[in-house]
């Protein structure tokens, strides 16, 4: 069944297809199965990453309403800020960002590099709050003004998740005998927009959505309803593992950095500490433990994040 999105509006940011790499010295250290790597932190704009495929719709649908400024939310290293940063930069309009401190960390890497440096290089209006009485009041006043768009935390809404149908058709292009895609869960889009693809596909692929900050059940229900805006999820094989979440978001745990050493030096691939860190980290205690069989095909999908990673860098380095 082929995906037909060519009736939204769009805007291409993008370079598609991201690449789909085998990876033999990650799938020998691990004992199997065969692990592939679909490289969305990869794809040009912005230093890369997920939330580029959600932008083009969000953008597009923002377009023709005629909007000059975006307004979003995030977590001070916050990837997607970045991101909507740079399309702004690139389309020429306005970006206002509104970051909360919703990370228990104050050092000086974290408050100043990372993503949080790419969105004052982009030329992104910064505004740092520390309750969400400020987060409310600011994004109160930032809305009053004409002609402005406002993106949800994550790109993750009806719209934004169409990036990822997108994205799983053109996966089942490139290889469709796959049983199982291992994706990170924050805000959900992402997760959502693989399962509503693979529905509109009638694909018959386990989707594993590993948790980087909310429950199982909390993630379930999210993939859910922004999934079934999209299609009809009956039938959809959904695992949903909150394994790798730890003490709570963006706060790294010895399995993540395991992980994430492990891809770096069988691979080259480099990982970061908040959402492929931790996914990574449950797909291989998941392959450890025999969940996923040595004699699979599976696809781990690089939701990008780099950049964060410098801001974790005493950890890194300690």
Request: aromatic share 6%; hydrophobic share 45%.
């Amino acid at each position: 069944m082929a995906v037909d999105l060519s009736g939204y509006p769009r805007v291409v940011l993008g370079q598609w297809p991201t690449a789909l790499e085998d990876c033999p010295r990650l799938t020998e250290a691990l004992g199997g199965p065969r692990i592939l790597v679909k490289r969305d932190d990869v794809n040009g704009l912005g230093v890369g990453g997920n939330k580029l495929r959600k932008l083009e719709f969000l953008i597009g649908e923002a377009r023709e309403s005629g909007v000059d400024t975006v307004i979003t939310f995030g977590a001070l290293q916050s990837n997607h800020a970045r991101q909507t940063a740079a399309v702004c930069a690139k389309l020429g309009l306005q970006c206002e960002l509104i970051l909360t401190k919703s990370v228990p960390r104050s050092d000086v890497a974290y408050e100043r590099s990372g993503n949080v440096l790419l969105d004052n290089l982009y030329g992104a209006n910064v505004h740092i709050c520390d309750t969400e009485e400020e987060t409310v009041a600011t994004y109160e006043r930032l809305a009053a003004r004409e002609k402005t768009a406002t993106f949800p935390v994550g790109g993750s809404n009806e719209t934004g998740i169409l990036g990822y149908v997108a994205a799983t058709a053109e996966l089942h292009a490139q290889l469709a005998s796959i049983s199982k895609i291992v994706v990170p869960v924050g805000s959900a889009g992402t997760a959502a927009g693989v399962a509503a693809g693979i529905c509109l596909l009638d694909w018959p692929v386990t989707l594993v959505a590993a948790c980087v900050s909310h429950t199982a059940d909390e993630s379930r229900a999210d993939i859910t309803r922004l999934a079934s805006a999209v299609a009809n999820l009956d039938g959809l094989d959904l695992l949903i593992t909150d394994r790798a979440v730890g003490p709570g978001y963006g706060i790294p745990t010895a399995e993540m950095w395991g992980a994430l050493r492990l891809f770096a030096r069988t691979e080259g691939i480099t990982l970061d500490p908040v959402y492929s860190g931790k996914a990574a980290a449950a797909m291989v205690d998941m392959i450890r433990n025999g969940e996923i069989g040595a004699d699979e095909t599976i696809v781990f999908l690089h939701t990008g994040g780099v950049p964060g990673l410098f801001a974790y860098a005493p950890e890194l380095t300690g």
